[in-house]
Structures are given as structure tokens and as C-alpha cells.
């Protein structure tokens, strides 16, 4: 029960005075199957908020970058469309 109660194993060990932890491991964990599923959930949660985590960065970098890209491509668009429209004015004037 004291395991089931999220005691460390080692307190428990102490506790009933067992020599070694295996003792106590062997003994006691394998009759509390909960246990196995308990711990199976939790680490499932830590997993999942992690990949949630995880997401969150991606997603925020994914915006970031796409932000500085939209930036310097509309810098890029005003700088390449001056150019050519006053080439194109130039050939025109200097054609006629």
C-alpha cells in the first residue's frame, strides 16, 4: 500500500527492513499491477506535454521565419521594382 501511495521503494525497503531493494522489488511491485499503469499514465503526460511543448516552439519559429521572409520579400519587391520600371521608362525615352 505504501507503494501504491507513491512511497519510494527505498523507504520502503527501510521500513520493512529488507536487506536488499531487489527483495523488496520482486516482492511487492510485481502484486501491484496499478502501479505498472500508474506509472505508464504519468509518463504518458510528461510525454505528451513535452510533444505539446515542442509544438508550441516549432509553431512560434514557423511564424517568426515566415514573418522575416514576408519582410524581406516585400523589402526585395520595392527594391527590384523600382529598377525596373526606370529602365523601362529609360528604354522608351531613349528609343524615341
Known amino acids: 500500500m505504501a507503494l501504491a501511495s507513491g512511497t519510494e521503494l527505498k ?12 527483495l523488496t522489488a520482486d516482492t ?6 496499478q502501479l505498472y499503469h500508474d506509472s505508464a499514465k504519468a509518463t504518458a503526460r510528461l510525454v505528451l ?3 505539446r511543448a ?3 516552439k516549432i509553431g512560434k519559429a514557423r511564424e517568426e521565419r515566415d514573418s522575416r521572409v514576408a519582410h524581406r520579400d516585400s523589402r ?3 527594391a527590384t521594382t523600382v529598377p525596373r ?3 523601362g ?4 525615352a ?3
Request: aromatic content about 2%; overall charge positive; hydrophobic content about 35%.
Open 11 to 22: 523507504v520502503v525497503q527501510g521500513t520493512l527492513g529488507h536487506a536488499s531493494i531487489v
Open 28 to 33: 511487492y511491485v510485481s502484486v501491484l499491477p
Open 49 to 51: 506535454k513535452a510533444v
Open 54 to 56: 515542442t509544438n508550441r
Open 76 to 78: 526585395s519587391d520595392d
Open 85 to 87: 520600371e526606370a529602365a
Open 89 to 92: 521608362r529609360r528604354g522608351r
Open 94 to 96: 531613349g528609343g524615341t
